[in-house]
């Protein structure tokens, strides 16, 4: 990365803000600015204003309470208030709209009729599972862990965590076994709720036998709540299983909300870093709810009567902000859909859109680029009228899938956010507003308000003014911000505030172009982002060396047409081992049931030797470059224990594309 300005290029297109578009919004491109500027130069007088957007039980007096410098980083907003996340996401709304849609439940198959859940119906499903986990010793401050498909019991397990001050922490119904364990005995989990089986695609994901496995390595304290979705048989142990359904039915669909400090945490949920073991990100109750509300709502120019869909899983961070949390705060009709884009054909996407007339939608480039593949007929059958903003999100779009979207699914009349932002921000931090921002294709524009994006020079730190490219921090806090790393501040610090003094690191590289534009290159630290879902290289790693048959391995990221980047894999075998296409595909299994489908390797090389420094460090630099097919000029190999073995892995490499 160079500090010289490599600027935008000069023929990048710009598309206005539809004029007509600018009329409705909430925010136009002078309210932009001059909101922008106020939410700098008093951003405790400007978040003093926000945060009234939620009911506080003890309104706050105290605003902002924010140190970024390494050994002292605390980071607090509304510290003095009090509230609860589900009377802000349900209760409040009961008066005024207690009959109107919250969620739309499209499932996975379409043969399957939606569900249409009111505010009422979603208070009374709530206070019931509530009330069951009160009934199992649940309270205040203890964990629950949420294993679940893409149901509406996973909205309801969130909020029922919410309203009595439980801590939610869900993982992904694509994980492991493993991945499920580690996190149960990570957090101290008092509960598991999960399901019989989760239907995606027409395919089952055996959830309560993961569960199952799962619950052999952790305390036998752990109660399993289970949602009968599916009907599947499932093993049941007396004592420890229960059946969700069956006690929220005679529970009492009465339950008083806990009254938690803005600064409780609400939820934790695991990323990855680039070391092994994934971190426990914490997100509080009130800065969180004020941010996702704010942002679903000028992000999305969401209006009153409004149809909204995310199509994340409420298994990533985008779905806990923009499924569930920031819509629901903002009285919105948000769409949960258990399936897939492609099943049972490339057009599910748009026959949603269709069926349930979605004005906002909301996916990742990945998806656009797979369903770009199939065809412009699976779009074009479909009335998208309705829709009216487009989002992306999880990882830079390119310029091709950012026109099919534009052109073919927004007929060039809905403009596109492009959502830059991460687990630990808790919501959209660059982004354009619909109403405000010209468009470029392939960049997440500037900064939404309250948020100081700065570029530093990589190794010198350095702030790089006008048009630059480095770093990406941020040098003030905002309030959707992580608080710290479940049980280990010291790590929050380390990962985020000691290499850049003074600011929060996201871990990103960017540009910025003359009109101040950010245009993200991807992550600068070891971790890699497959369609859209972050991994850290190290995780997969220790998967594979955990295989009797592998030494070593060594693990990056590659360009990969469809999935953005693709796993490759450098495998060296134990002594005596021999290569073959067999072993291969076990050891894809193997990362498969070790972490999950997603971290399963696209592509693994057998390395009889890897390229280590004398103090044994993997170069993965060199590695990097020969995954990408990109060798000629691998720089400086002098420091390199054995340089011979670079000749051989180029000779050997699996991307030739
Ligand atoms: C929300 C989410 C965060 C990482 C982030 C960056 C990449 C996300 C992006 C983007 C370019 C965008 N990323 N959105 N890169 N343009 N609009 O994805 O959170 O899973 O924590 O990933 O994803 O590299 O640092 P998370």
């Keep these: 990365m160079s500090t010289q300005a490599q600027t935008a290029q000069v023929n990048d297109p710009v598309y206005p803000v539809p004029a007509e578009f600018a009329k409705t919004a909430h925010i136009d491109a002078a309210k932009y600015q001059e909101m922008y500027a106020q939410s700098i130069n008093d951003s405790e007088g400007f978040w003093a204003e926000q945060g009234k957007r939620l009911d506080w039980i003890k309104p706050y007096t105290q605003v902002k309470d924010v140190n970024f410098n390494f050994g002292e980083v605390n980071i607090k907003w509304f510290f003095d208030g009090t509230l609860n996340v589900a009377h802000n996401c349900i209760d409040r709304h009961l008066a005024t709209r207690g009959d109107q849609t919250a969620i739309i439940f499209e499932p996975d198959s379409p043969?399957?009729?939606?569900?249409?859940?009111?505010?009422?119906?979603?208070?009374?499903?709530?206070?019931?599972?509530?009330?069951?986990?009160?009934?199992?010793?649940?309270?205040?401050?203890?964990?629950?862990?949420?294993?679940?498909p893409m149901i509406p019991e996973a909205a309801y397990a969130m909020l029922a965590c919410a309203r009595i001050g439980a801590i939610h922490s869900i993982v992904f119904a694509g994980f492991s076994p493993d991945a499920l364990a580690n996190r149960i005995n990570d957090c101290g989990a008092k509960v598991v709720i999960t399901s019989d089986e989760a239907p995606r695609g027409g395919r089952m994901t055996p959830l309560k036998s993961n569960t199952d496995a799962a619950l052999l390595h952790c305390s036998d304290?752990?109660?399993?709540?289970?949602?009968?979705?599916?009907?599947?048989?499932t093993t049941w142990i007396d004592g420890r299983d229960i059946d969700v359904k069956a006690l929220m039915e005679h529970a009492s669909p009465d339950c008083p909300v806990e009254e938690m400090n803005a600064e409780d945490p609400l939820f934790i949920l695991y990323t990855s870093g680039s070391t092994g073991k994934p971190k426990g990100v914490v997100h509080c109750s009130g800065g969180y709810l004020v941010y996702a509300s704010m942002t679903q709502e000028l992000v999305f120019d969401y209006h009153e009567g409004d149809v909204y869909w995310c199509t994340?899983?409420?298994?990533?961070?985008t779905g806990h902000s923009y499924i569930v949390y920031g819509p629901l705060a903002n009285g919105a009709t948000t769409l949960m859909f258990e399936g897939v884009p492609t099943y049972p054909d490339a057009g599910r996407f748009w026959a949603v859109c269709e069926k349930h007339k979605v004005n906002q939608f909301y996916t990742a480039p990945t998806a656009i680029r797979s369903l770009m593949g199939k065809g412009t007929e699976f779009v074009e059958k479909y009335d998208l009228s309705s829709i009216k903003v487009l989002g992306t999100v999880g990882e830079p779009i390119n310029p091709e899938a950012w026109n099919w979207y534009n052109d073919v699914v927004g007929k060039g009349k809905a403009p596109i956010v492009d959502t830059w932002w991460q687990t630990e921000t808790g919501g959209h931090l660059l982004t354009p507003l619909p109403g405000a921002t010209a468009l470029k294709p392939g960049s997440a524009t500037t900064p939404f308000f309250g948020v100081k994006p700065v570029v530093l020079e990589p190794t010198t730190a350095e702030v790089l003014e006008g048009a630059t490219e480095g770093?990406?921090?941020?040098?003030?806090?905002?309030?959707?911000?992580?608080?710290?790393?479940?049980?280990?501040?010291?790590?929050?610090?380390?990962?985020?505030?000691q290499q850049y003094k003074g600011y929060y690191f996201s871990g990103d590289g960017c540009r910025r172009d003359e009109d101040g534009y950010y245009w993200i290159t991807g992550r600068?630290?070891?971790?890699?982002?497959?369609?859209?879902?972050?991994?850290?290289?190290?995780?997969?790693?220790?998967?594979l060396v955990a295989h009797a048959k592998v030494a070593e391995a060594a693990v990056v990221?590659?360009?990969?047409?469809?999935?953005?980047?693709?796993?490759?894999?450098?495998?060296?075998?134990?002594?005596?081992?021999?290569?073959?296409?067999?072993?291969?595909?076990?050891?894809?299994?193997?990362?498969?049931?070790?972490?999950?489908?997603?971290?399963?390797?696209?592509?693994?090389?057998?390395?009889?030797?890897?390229?280590?420094?004398?103090?044994?460090?993997?170069?993965?630099?060199?590695?990097?470059?020969?995954?990408?097919?990109?060798?000629?000029?691998?720089?400086?190999?002098?420091?390199?224990?054995?340089?011979?073995?670079?000749?051989?892995?180029?000779?050997?490499?699996?991307?030739?594309?």
């Design 312 to 317: 994340a899983d409420v298994g990533w961070v």
């Design 471 to 497: 770093v990406l921090c941020i040098a003030d806090s905002w309030p959707g911000q992580m608080r710290t790393v479940w049980g280990d501040h010291e790590r929050f610090q380390e990962t985020y505030f």
């Design 557 to 657: 990221g590659y360009p990969h047409s469809l999935k953005g980047q693709g796993i490759y894999a450098y495998v060296t075998l134990m002594n005596g081992v021999e290569p073959s296409d067999e072993l291969r595909a076990e050891l894809e299994k193997w990362v498969r049931t070790e972490i999950g489908p997603i971290a399963k390797p696209d592509l693994i090389q057998w390395a009889p030797n890897l390229p280590k420094t004398r103090s044994g460090k993997i170069m993965r630099r060199i590695l990097r470059k020969i995954a990408e097919n990109d060798f000629g000029a691998l720089g400086d190999t002098s420091t390199l224990a054995e340089p011979g073995c670079v000749d051989e892995l180029i000779e050997n490499r699996m991307n030739r594309g």
């Design 111 to 148: 043969e399957t009729p939606a569900q249409h859940i009111t505010y009422n119906q979603l208070h009374d499903k709530v206070s019931r599972m509530a009330n069951v986990l009160r009934s199992q010793g649940v309270t205040k401050g203890d964990r629950v862990i949420i294993y679940l």
């Design 524 to 543: 600068v630290d070891d971790v890699i982002n497959v369609s859209g879902h972050r991994m850290g290289t190290a995780e997969v790693e220790s998967a």
């Design 221 to 233: 304290k752990v109660r399993c709540l289970v949602v009968k979705h599916t009907g599947g048989q």
